[in-house]
Each structure stands twice: as C-alpha cells, then as structure tokens.
C-alpha cells in the first residue's frame, strides 16, 4: 500500500491507495500553518500516524474487499499547491502555505522508512487521472482543472512531465489574445483570465452591461456579485440571450487553449476537470464543436485524435496522483 497525501491551505486528505489507483482508507486534518513549515510537517506525519491506526483497512466502494493494510506504507507522495524541487524534496514556492524552502519529506522518511516523493497538486492530479480515471490506460494525457483559476498537468509516455525548473504544466498561463485582460502573473491574455470560473464571471459582468433584463438577472437577483458558474450555465439552459453569449464566448476561449494543446502534443486524451466541468453536459457540445473547427487539420480525418473528455476522480485524483509519484 502507498500513501497519498493532498496538502491543501486549508485541510489536509491522505489515503492508502493499492496499485490499481483504488482508494482503499481515508483521513482528513485541518492544515495548521500557524508555526510556519513546522507544523504543517507536523500535520503530515499526523495524517499518516491516523492512516496506520488500526490492521485494516474499510474499502470505500461496496464490491472492493477489505485489504490489510501494511504496518508501514511502501512509499508516500504529496501533492502541493505550488512549485517543488522533486529531487530534493523542497519546496521553491507556494503561495498559500509557509514552506518555502522546506524541506518537506526528511522527517516523514525518518519517520516512516519509506521513499517519500512530493510533486505539484495539479499534476498529481493528472497523473490520477491517467492511472484511474477519466485518462485510464493513455499514455499521453493532459488534464485541464478549470476552477478559481486553469491548472494542469501533462503525462507524455506515461510519465508526468515537470520541466527544467518544476513549472511544466502552467496550462492556464497561455496566452490566448494578446494584450488581452490582467493576469496575476503579470502578463495579459493568459487562458486562466477567460476560462477559470472567475473568468466566466468577468465575462458575465461585461456581457450584462447590454441586457438589462432576462433570467440571468433574475437568478442573481440583480446583483453582478451573486453571480457564479452554477446560475449561469441555469440561464444558459433556459435559453436566457445574455447566458448564451457569456457561454459561447466562454467555449470560444477554452477551445482556443486546448486546440494549442492538441497542436503542440497531439496527446491521446485531455481531460476537463475543476468546479466548471460539473457543466460537462451544457458546455461540451459548443467546445467540442470549436475544437474540431481549428484544431489542425481541419479537415476530418480517419486517423485517431485526442479525445476531448469529463476528469472522474474529482478530488480524489490528487491523492491517487500524489501516491503513484
């Protein structure tokens, strides 16, 4: 059995994962940042001390069989949301947590006297994604998180690719329209200011500014800053004029990322993932249909091309990510 561990701001999610990528116990903590990369530490050799409690193991779904779980894992992998150095085991940078420069697995590999590998959560959760979910069985995969902002993570030959400096995989820091809106990153146009949910809701509040009626403002009562993915793609279901153009205009910009994508790796799958892909249904159609409009060549072919689908895993695809490392 290997652990996977999800470091998150706020909570902290481990499990025991079997080779298969199934999840086989679960446990959950409260991120205590308070005395810096000390405690945080600290909070992962506690998720793993609650892991090992106990001979065995509840098996999440109805049909698995109980597993015994080993006195000490064969190896533990943590996702963390920012930029590693994988083969020292630090981190370079985070903007959430207190580790950086920490090194994070020293004391879990005194601790537990197993390998302990740490990679970026975006593509632990791709790698999850390729070993047991939405990308199960490709060797060249890209998952897409389309959330707050547009995370990734790329699988090329069955491997995650993290680049020279750790960053590879920064799919939402594309540029799609050239001196297009402000990112955070400093540039302008990058794919994360038009596809993540926030966005969506930017272009929302433009495209209002035109009709000042309809269901759209009905479900949000008039007030712009009660907007959010859910009620839009409602108003876009009942046909609502505003909803329908923040939609299309929405697709359009996902799809001119993702053809980038397919026009640099051609991978065999890419999968959508992050809060926005619970609208799989109402969006796919228009992005799907713009994809096969640019994506080169144009014209059909009877050769295979990457398939466009829903992630599966939802947040269990960072634990499972992190435990395959």
Not at 77 to 103: S, W
Not at 313 to 320: F, P, Q, V
């Amino acid at each position: 059995m290997r652990i996977g561990i999800d470091l998150g701001g706020t909570h902290t999610a481990a499990a025991f994962v079997d080779d298969n990528g199934l999840i086989v116990k679960r446990a959950e903590i409260p991120t205590d940042a308070s005395g810096g990369a000390k405690t945080v530490i600290s909070g992962l050799l506690s998720v793993c001390e609650i892991l090992l409690r106990g001979p065995e193991a509840v098996p999440d779904e109805p049909d698995q069989k109980k597993q015994t779980v080993a006195r000490l894992p064969l190896s533990i992998g943590i996702g963390v949301p920012g930029t590693v150095d994988a083969d020292k085991g630090e981190v370079i940078f985070t903007p959430n947590l207190p580790l950086r420069g920490a090194d994070i697995t020293g004391d879990l590999q005194k601790k537990f006297h197993c390998p302990v590998c740490i990679g970026n959560d975006a593509n632990c959760a791709a790698l999850g994604e390729s070993v047991a979910g939405g990308a199960k069985g490709a060797q060249d995969a890209v998952l897409i998180t389309l959330g707050t902002g547009v995370g990734g993570g790329v699988i090329i030959g069955g491997r995650l690719q993290t680049g020279v400096s750790g960053a590879a995989g920064e799919l939402g820091h594309m540029v799609i329209i050239a001196g297009g809106r402000a990112c955070g990153c400093g540039r302008h146009g990058c794919l994360e200011t038009y596809a993540s949910a926030t966005g969506l809701i930017r272009t929302a509040i433009e495209v209002i500014g035109t009709h000042k009626d309809g269901a759209l403002l009905e479900l949000c009562s008039g007030r712009t800053e009660k907007l959010n993915g859910r009620i839009i793609f409602e108003a876009f279901r009942l046909g609502d004029k505003a909803a329908q153009s923040i939609v299309g205009q929405y697709a359009e910009h996902l799809a001119a990322g993702i053809v980038n994508i397919i026009n640099i790796l051609d991978p065999e799958m890419i999968c959508i993932g992050g809060g926005i892909s619970n609208e799989w249904d109402s969006l796919s159609p228009l992005l799907l249909a713009r994809v096969d409009a640019e994506r080169f060549p144009h014209s059909p072919s009877k050769t295979a091309q990457t398939r466009i689908v829903r992630a599966e895993l939802g947040n269990d695809a960072g634990i499972i990510g992190a435990a395959m490392l």
